[in-house]
Structure formats: C-alpha cells, structure tokens
C-alpha cells in the first residue's frame, strides 16, 4: 500500500510539473557546467563588451550611447582592444540596441553602388538579418528593429524587423578603398541613423551621459571575461537572461542547466547553491574557457593548411562551441553570404607561423581570391590584435597598388622586415614573433564556399 502511494504521488508531482529531482552529484554539475559555461560564453562577452562600447563619456573610436552610432573614422589600428581580430578594409559604424520599450528606427543611406552591410546581432551573437548592398540594395531607406515581444503599428512602407533579444549589436561596414577614401565614407557615415519610434522624423536630442567609472576601460572585455571569477560570471549570465531569453531551440540545454539551479529569468548565486555544485561549476568553469579557445586546433585544415571556419557562422544553430569560439576569435563576424574569413594559424610544412620566418602567398592568375565586393589579407598578433609596424600596414588586397607577375599571378610576402624597395607594395608586416592571417572574402563567389576554390599554401622561403 505505501508502494502504491509513493508511486501515485511521484506520478501526480509528473503530471503537475512538479516531479523531484535527484540531488546533482559533483562530477553531474561539472559536466553540465562545461556545457552551461560555453552557452552562456557569448552572452556574457556581448555584455561585456556592450558596457565598454556604451560607456560614452570615455573618449574611443567606437563609443556611443544606447541607440545612436559611433563611427570609426579611420582603420584600427594596434591601440584598438575593443573587438578580437577586426577588419581594415571597412570603416566600421557600431550601434548598441534596446528595443525593450519600443522600435528603434534605422536610416539607411544611399551609397550609390559601395558594398556596405549592416548586420543585426543578438545577444548570443546570433546574426538575426543583414541590411544592405546583398539584401536590400544600396538605395536605402528605413527599417524599424522591434523587441521580441512588442505589438503595434508601424508608419506605412516601414519595414519590420523582430529582434529575438531585447537588446543588440550592430556593426555595420562600409567599404572603403584606403585612407584617400575617408572623406567619401564620411559622408555615407552621415547617412547611418537611428531613433526611438517615439522620436523618429523629430530632432534629435544630443545628451552625453556621464562615464560610468565602475566600468573596466583598459582590459579588453575578451580578457576581461577569461578573468572572471565562476560566482561572478554565472551569476551575470542569470541576469542576463531576464531580458534576452534563450532560443526557441534551446530548450534541451535549458532544461540540463535547470538541474544545477541556473533558470531563465531567474537570478543565481553560485554561493547559495548545493556544495557539489559549487565544487562542480567551479571545476567547469576553469576547463570550459580553454576548451573554447583550443577550439582553433579542431579548425577543419584544407590540404593547403588554411583554416575553415564552417559554414555556421553568425547564425550558429545548436552549434554552442562554435558560437563561443566565434565571440572569441571574432566577436561580430558576418554569414558566409556576407563574407568567408579563412584563416592560416600554420605554413605549408605544418608549422605555427613566426615573425622568424619569410613567407610567401602565391595565387596564381586564375586562384586570385573569388569575391564580387572585395578581398584582403589581414595580419594579427598572439592576442589577435594588430601590432605596431613600421608602414602601419595591418592589411592588404585588391584595392591596394599591387604588383603583380607578367604571367597575371600575384605575391605577397609576409615578413617582419622589408622585402626591399621593388616588393614593398606586396608586403604585410609581420611582427617578430607569434602571428596569424585571416583572409577575408566579402560577397564570396560561388566557387569560394562550395569548396572548389581553395587558398594557396603559404610557403615558408629562405
């Protein structure tokens, strides 16, 4: 008899949502919280991130309050620490977003046939729509971004679009041929803006809040994350989660970080939780930052030793490890549509490239990369940011003055000093220790995402 009521009682708590759950040994909490740290990963790196960006009474390139554009209005170069591996072939324009209260409506300007992309970031980096040249086309308009949750009525002709989260980031890049082509972007720039529905057609008020000093400005915020203590950390990406609630196909790793206390829109205090917990979150979280960054080692390799980035990107699906290695390698990046971002971490003998080395990158005629905008080939540093070098060359492509063979096949030579007077066009400065290239394709053809095409070894020369 008490068989029976014992199992009727564990059948009712089922069928009422209440069924008990077995209390989480050590070793059950790490492992979901090696799965739970690199979910939350990206969302609180975005937050991070954020904070620094909208921090705008300290002086940046790409500072702004909520809701209004900063504009770069020069390439990056190696004092920029705000975002991992950015481009130098874009100028780029930033704007962080909160649609919790209403739209925000966008501007978009004519740029009279330039390639530019807006892309509409998620919190959890997920790329939700891209604007511009590909998609929209290069007249352009207006464009209203809503809260997952906001019902209402738009100005007729307005176009809509949902945001997932409440809040958002948009980097925005507009091609640019070299500094002599500033002037000319500044007045595409000018064209980029943004308002609140309420706001929008009236003028626009200028207020500059006070900086916020609690707001770490000198680390950069991937640093800034990798330094954050396992308490700190999970319980930011708690809070997080009120206003940006996980996807609709999320619900499996939800339901597995439920059984260690961490649930959405609820906040969580690692302190408070079961000791095993602690011990096992606190395990997770030591082992789940490296495993994100070693991610890089599991980087599929052509035969000629370039890396591939998968097809994933910027829209990620369950893929929670790609996700997270993206934030960290290339917080921002666009879909494959947009552009593709091969990157070369060895030469062609397998070996980790070095400023102690001379490189070449040989295409031939018919290998020079395939892309209907534009392509480039960019140098980074250990810690994947640009370093200092005597012609302030972080970049070079297409729209610089190459050199190229009689037979139309084209060098570049990577090196950490000066090939000489006669190849210095082609040269990209390497710095003398550690480095890698991305390449970078935008509006790749065909041929460059189906396989077909692949990129040149680089070859390490005497």
Known sequence: MKTLLALLTLVTAFLSGTAYAAPVSEEEAYAIGIEAYTYAYPL??????????????????????????ANMKS????TFKDVVRPNADTLYSSLWFDVGKE????????????????????????????????????????????????????????????????????????????????????TLQAGLGAAPLSAWGKPAATVMPKPDLTVDMKTPPVDQVAQMA????????????????????????????????????????????????????????????????????????????????????????????????????????????????????????GKPLTGASNYVLHFEKDQIPPADAFWSLTMYGADQFFVANPINRFAIGDRDKLTFNADGSLDLYIQNASPGADKEANWLPAPAGPFSMNLRLYLPQRRATDGSWLVPPVKRVP
């Open 44 to 69: 609180v790196l975005m937050e991070t991130t954020r904070r620094v960006s909208t921090n705008a009474g300290v002086s940046g390139r790409l500072r702004a309050p909520v809701n209004q554009f």
């Open 103 to 186: 739209p925000l409506v966008l501007t978009l300007p004519n740029t009279q046939g330039r390639y530019h992309v807006i892309p509409l970031m998620d919190m959890w980096t997920d790329v939700f729509a891209t604007l511009g040249t590909r998609t929209t086309g290069n007249e352009g308009g207006t464009v209203a971004i809503v809260g997952p949750a906001w019902h209402g009525t738009l100005p007729k002709g307005m176009r809509m679009v949902r945001s997932p989260t409440e809040m958002g980031w948009i980097i925005g890049r507009i091609q640019t041929n070299g500094p002599a082509d500033y002037a000319h972007v500044y």
């Open 75 to 78: 390439y990056p170069d190696a």
């Open 230 to 349: 396992p308490q700190a950390f999970f319980a930011r990406f708690a809070e997080l989660m009120k206003r940006n609630p996980p996807h609709a196909s999320d619900y499996a790793i939800v339901l597995r970080m439920e059984r260690i206390g961490i649930v959405p829109g609820q906040s969580f205090d690692l302190s408070r939780a079961d000791p095993a917990v602690q011990r096992g979150l606190a395990r997770a979280a030591a082992e789940a930052y490296p495993r994100i960054v070693n991610r890089r080692k599991a980087i599929s390799l052509t035969r000629n030793g370039w890396g591939s980035m998968g097809s994933n990107i910027g829209v990620y699906g369950n893929d929670y490890l790609q996700r997270a290695f993206i934030g960290f390698a290339g917080l921002g990046a666009l879909p494959p549509e947009e552009a593709i971002y091969p990157m070369a971490p060895l030469d062609s003998d």
